[in-house]
């Protein structure tokens, strides 16, 4: 039993390394590399708090140099991250993370795990993180990865002590450090203990840094040389570094080459004392093990004849190898190396062979119950005897064949099988629980630190090359051809038979007048028919006395529907083709006396309900990515007064803003680039800047004076935040007067906020401004406040994290001529789609802020 589940973990470890590379071909270079690595039988592994925090070029170094078996076990996947690609925030952003992350690691050749911590935004100490964590569910995580990794060293990016500045890089090594003794003992988490057995590192380290103005390196620490060059691959670790690095696009982390001698410290935390290596007085070679003589004897001559030209030439050596390598049986972590061996041996076996095998499906989507058209096709392009024993498919279905296959030709079989109706939609097994703010629910043990789903669908490939049996296994995925892009791979998506998606996260009501709401159905199959079902509730009513909330009464359902008034002229729809889309609408409206609350879409198919809508992400450096979600939308209805309905708008990194004031009944203008140059834009009386305007746009530093002309002249300018630091370095000007845009930034939701004098103008007109409206903010209060301020500034308000000083800049005013500049941190750009209403009705007295006489 306990070696049936070894096997079973180690497949996932190797599909994880694998799936997304299923036909990646090694080339002769990579191949002799592949074959050193069979030497080695020790794995390290990297730990730190999000996507980007890894030491790419130590990961490299490890993973190809020394030839270990690498991991980088990120706790979080990012979710409350900035996004300098595109708009997705939250779990679209996390997806986003966690595949950048992946393709990271397909070029620095580590592997990639998590934990169930969500990333829930900047934190500033490890007590305000472990309260949203739960400590001990994600120490069990870290517990769990160590075991099931079995390293032999634990490398920690960041210290316990605070140097790392964020909240969760402290976190992620106090969890480390503890885990490394949790890991060896028996008492903890024991229902663990099914599936893995204990294990104890040796020793744990800080990978000491020299990041700005914080150099952790010291003379006396550990310092180990990682710049080599690795003629087999053709590149540096500094090199190679760049190159994953660079995949954190969304973070604009793109990286330059770097060459020649680098040096990596550390200091050792717990565990054996070293002189002068991470690995000092721990053996990585078979040599460990007695009884491996005869299959070590194999393996190194192997190395020594592989000739470059004719890997094929390795096959028979390799099958030796592997049988060799199968029949020795010893206990303790031998096993454990065996399974991770035979699994490499195999991949070896086949690239020296040339055996290319792969499974399509003729469509990306695909509906439980319904067939599936697969396309598998065996090659073999090296001169190898191999025979083509039999296929087996979705169900478990056979085909045989006993086919010997012919050098450089293609054999090509089709097969239809209907999917089961009990398939899993193809969604991110951790977004399939309970969503909280601080961990995803995860209940499936297995599933734990994996970074992606287990393949929903796959054809095994029984195989036999050089009288060695193998049951090969490929993903079945969709392949086509982009005019552009040439052949593109994509995953097969499991999906229902249609989705629901509402036009808008949140809906903003300001007066009993009625709203039009837009729900668009999509075909995933043909022949869909059914009844669209809306039903709309309130939440749960709060009073307040000051900034803290208490529920003080539920409705049943029947109050729910009648506060809120749901009309629908036609609720059947029919859509004949596969991708077809109707867009239908209804028409809510509120009461007085209605209270916020949610509306919720189904759709009745052949008396079965689906709920969800899809949400889909494209970048052309990560596979194609989508997430189903309850079709679900927030109505707000806000006491909100407004005094003009023009707004222009120049683009930043991008945000939702536009759309949640056209929700309220603006007329938004984009200033695109040729209309900041030709436009009077003294016909706006308001214009505001998007999230990291400055940071994005050059050409605004070229529209400064016209801008400040503007607001001389009487226009209002809200320049919302922008970042400074390393990715986006503040070097425009911005404001009339100097100001610094600084670090600084309140990341509690529920901070209290202070008002620095109740009178302001921008506190009563047109709406009046109380503590209550800053109710029910998400994540932070604001990022980026401007600090060193000129006497011409007025701050709004003064707020801060528990034990820090205050802070006053997260809005500040200035008059300039007859108009107002506004510089603000406050993260309206979260706060406005979630439907915060007094975010809404602050954000509406600064588009309203008065000219000046």
């Given at each position: 039993?306990?070696k ?34 069979l ?28 030839q ?49 911590a ?57 969890l ?8 060896a ?76 001698s ?138 045989v ?19 089961s109706?009990?398939?899993?939609y ?15 629910e ?32 490929r ?28 036009s ?41 006395t ?99 309905n ?135 209060r ?46 309206f ?25």
């Amino acid at each position: 039993m306990q070696k049936n589940i070894l096997s079973l973990l180690i497949s996932f470890f190797i599909i994880t390394q694998l799936s997304a590379q299923t036909n990646s071909q090694l080339n002769s270079a990579e191949i002799l590399h592949a074959m050193q690595k069979l030497n080695t039988v020790g794995a390290v592994l990297y730990i730190a708090a999000h996507p980007d925090d890894e030491n790419t070029r130590l990961l490299a170094y490890l993973a190809n140099e020394r030839q270990l078996r690498t991991g980088y076990l990120s706790l979080t996947r990012g979710d409350g991250g900035q996004n300098l690609i595109g708009k997705e925030q939250g779990e679209m952003l996390g997806l986003i993370r966690t595949q950048e992350l992946l393709a990271a690691r397909r070029i620095d050749g580590a592997e990639q795990f998590f934990t169930r911590a969500n990333d829930f935004g900047y934190s500033k100490n490890p007590e305000e993180t472990f309260s949203f964590w739960n400590k001990d569910s994600i120490l069990a995580d870290v517990v769990y990865t160590i075991r099931k990794f079995k390293p032999s060293v634990i490398i920690c990016r960041f210290p316990t002590t605070g140097e790392g500045g964020h909240g969760h890089h402290t976190a992620s090594a106090i969890l480390a450090l503890e885990a490394f003794d949790a890991a060896a003992d028996p008492t903890k988490f024991p229902e663990q203990l099914k599936y893995v057995q204990v294990w104890q590192a040796q020793r744990i380290f800080w990978n000491t840094f020299n990041f700005g103005s914080t150099n952790t390196t010291a003379p006396n620490q550990l310092k180990i040389e990682v710049g080599a060059y690795n003629s087999l691959l053709g590149k540096g670790y500094g090199e190679i570094m760049a190159e994953s690095r660079s995949m954190h696009k969304s973070q604009g982390f793109g990286s330059a080459k770097q060459r020649g001698s680098t040096i990596e410290y550390f200091k050792l935390l717990k565990g054996d004392t070293v002189k002068s290596d991470l690995f000092d007085g721990i053996s990585t070679a078979w040599t460990q093990f007695k009884g491996t003589e005869k299959m070590q004897k194999s393996l190194t001559e192997i190395i020594n004849t592989y000739r470059a030209q004719s890997p094929e030439k390795s096959v028979a050596g390799l099958v030796k190898f592997y049988n060799e390598l199968k029949i020795i049986d010893i206990k303790g972590s031998f096993n454990y190396w065996k399974e991770l061996k035979l699994k490499e041996t195999e991949r070896l076996i086949l690239a020296c062979s040339g055996l290319w095998l792969e499974a399509t499906a003729s469509d990306y989507m695909a509906i439980p119950g319904q067939d599936v058209n697969i396309t598998s096709q065996v090659i073999i392009r090296n001169k190898t005897i191999a025979k083509l024993n039999g296929l087996s498919f979705l169900n478990q279905s056979d085909t045989v064949t006993a086919l010997a296959i012919k050098a450089n030709e293609m054999y090509t079989f089709k097969h239809k099988e209907k999917l089961s109706i009990d398939a899993k939609y193809s969604n991110p097994y951790w977004l399939n629980g309970v969503r909280n703010s601080g961990r995803y629910e995860v209940r499936d043990q297995l599933l734990i630190g994996r970074p992606e789903n287990n393949p929903a669908t796959k054809v095994l490939f029984d195989i036999t090359v050089e009288g060695l049996n193998l049951r090969v296994q490929r993903d079945v995925v969709y392949k086509f051809t982009d005019p552009v892009k040439g052949e593109i791979y994509r995953p097969l998506e499991i999906l229902p038979p249609a989705t629901v998606n509402i036009s808008d996260k949140a809906f903003v009501f300001v007066d009993t007048k009625p709203k039009t709401i837009q729900f668009t159905i999509k075909a995933n199959a043909n022949n869909v028919e059914g009844d669209l079902q809306l039903i709309a509730y309130e939440n749960i009513v709060f009073k307040s006395t000051t900034q803290e909330l208490t529920p003080i009464t539920n409705y049943d359902l029947t109050t729910f529907k009648e506060n809120w008034k749901i009309e629908i002229k036609n609720s059947k729809f029919k859509l004949v083709n596969k991708g077809d889309e109707i867009m239908m609408e209804a028409i809510v409206t509120p009461t007085k006396i209605t209270k916020d609350g949610q509306i919720s879409a189904s759709l009745m198919i052949n008396n079965i309900s689906y709920n969800q809508s899809i949400s889909r992400i494209e970048y052309d450096h990560i596979p194609y990515q989508f997430i189903l979600s309850d079709a679900r939308a927030t109505l707000v209805n806000i006491d909100l007064k407004k005094i003009d309905n023009q707004v222009a708008y120049i683009p930043g990194a991008g945000d939702d803003v536009p759309a949640c004031l056209k929700q309220i009944g603006y007329n938004v203008t984009m200033l695109t680039d040729e209309l900041l140059m030709t436009e009077d834009l003294s016909k706006y009386k308001t214009i505001v800047t998007g999230i990291r305007a400055y940071n994005t746009n050059e050409r605004l530093q070229v529209y400064y004076n016209k801008l400040m002309d503007y607001v001389k002249q009487g226009g209002n300018l809200i320049v919302q935040y922008n970042t400074n630091s390393r990715v986006g370095p503040m070097v425009a000007k911005i404001g009339p007067y100097p100001f610094t845009v600084s670090r600084e930034r309140v990341t509690n939701e529920n901070a209290e906020v202070r008002f620095k004098s109740d009178t302001l103008k921008v506190l009563n007109y047109p709406n009046k401004i109380t503590p209550y409206d800053f109710i029910g903010w998400v994540q932070e209060r604001g990022i980026y406040f401007a600090t060193e301020l000129g006497p011409q500034y007025q701050t709004v308000f003064s707020m801060n994290d528990p034990n820090e000083k205050p802070q006053e800049g997260s809005l500040i005013i200035a008059q300039y001529g007859k108009g107002n500049f506004v510089y603000t941190g406050l993260a309206f750009f979260r706060e406005l789609p979630a439907g915060v209403p007094g975010a809404y009705r602050l954000f509406v007295n600064l588009l309203s802020l008065p000219p000046h006489p």
